[in-house]
């Protein structure tokens, strides 16, 4: 089956700094992937949408100036969290999907990484 | 707009017994995706089963099968011979025919207990 990586797995930093995390998408192209935010014992919520080569599609509430998302190949979405703080701890989740519609080209989701901002 | 709802935050079922997750939606379209994901202590997101709104009969998979009405815009999963390893977070997702994006539900926390 199609696998989706992420790296790192963990991360910690201290506050004011940025990090980067990645989604590969390892044997198959992805058009479009996703970025989601987990908090403990809750839902996946979608954060925002990346398209290889455009602007990622940020959902209501989500500071893009923060979570810059660059989708530069078919096979890699970055997030990197800019100025980070405490409030921005949690796992981060991204999933990927090939082209075409419907269940032709499923959503796979990557393992999740866990931010720590201290 | 969607939304999924999950009505049970926690639920428990002895090992080998059956258990049923309830999931309702809303939504005004008529073609439609629904998904039960999985979600165990390692937080990788495993699809468990999945059902196409056009399609009247229920899907299954092994142990795994779903009571799908449409009319009543419900979605149940049925676990069937209850493991250990199900043992886990449960999502209900809704998805748009000509959409990619994931509705989820809020999830159901299973324990199975030896």
């Known amino acids: 089956g199609a696998v989706v990586s992420q790296h790192p797995s963990r991360v910690i930093c201290k506050s004011g700094t940025s990090v980067k995390i990645e989604c590969r998408s390892l044997?198959?192209?992805?058009?479009?992937m996703f970025w989601y935010r987990q908090f403990p014992k809750q839902s996946l919520m979608l954060m925002a949408t990346?398209?290889?080569?455009?602007?990622?599609?940020?959902e209501q509430g989500v500071e893009k100036d923060k979570f810059l998302i660059n989708h530069a190949s078919l096979t890699l979405s970055t997030l990197t969290v800019t100025s980070a703080h405490p409030e921005d701890s949690s796992f981060y989740i991204c999933?990927?999907?090939?082209?075409?519609?419907?269940?032709?080209?499923?959503?796979?989701f990557g393992p999740g990484t866990r931010l720590t901002v201290t | 707009a969607q939304t999924v709802t999950q009505s049970q935050p926690e639920m428990s079922v002895q090992e080998a017994e059956t258990v049923t997750l309830s999931c309702t939606y809303d939504?005004?379209?008529?073609?439609?995706?629904l998904f039960w994901y999985k979600q165990p202590p390692s937080r990788q997101m495993i699809l468990v089963i999945r059902?196409?709104?056009?399609?009247?009969q229920n899907a299954t998979e092994n142990r795994f099968s779903v009571n799908f009405q449409k009319a009543a815009k419900s979605f149940s999963l049925k676990i069937s011979d209850s493991q250990l390893g199900d043992t886990a977070m449960y999502f209900c997702?809704?998805?748009?025919?000509?959409?990619?994006?994931?509705?989820f539900g809020t999830g159901t926390s299973l324990t199975v207990i030896p």
């Open positions: 999933s990927a999907r090939g082209p075409g519609t419907g269940l032709t080209y499923e959503q796979y």
């Open positions: 044997d198959f192209q992805a058009t479009t």
């Open positions: 990346s398209n290889e080569g455009s602007k990622a599609t940020y």
């Open positions: 939504t005004s379209e008529s073609n439609y995706y």
């Open positions: 059902q196409e709104a056009y399609k009247q």
């Open positions: 997702a809704f998805m748009r025919y000509t959409g990619n994006q994931f509705y």
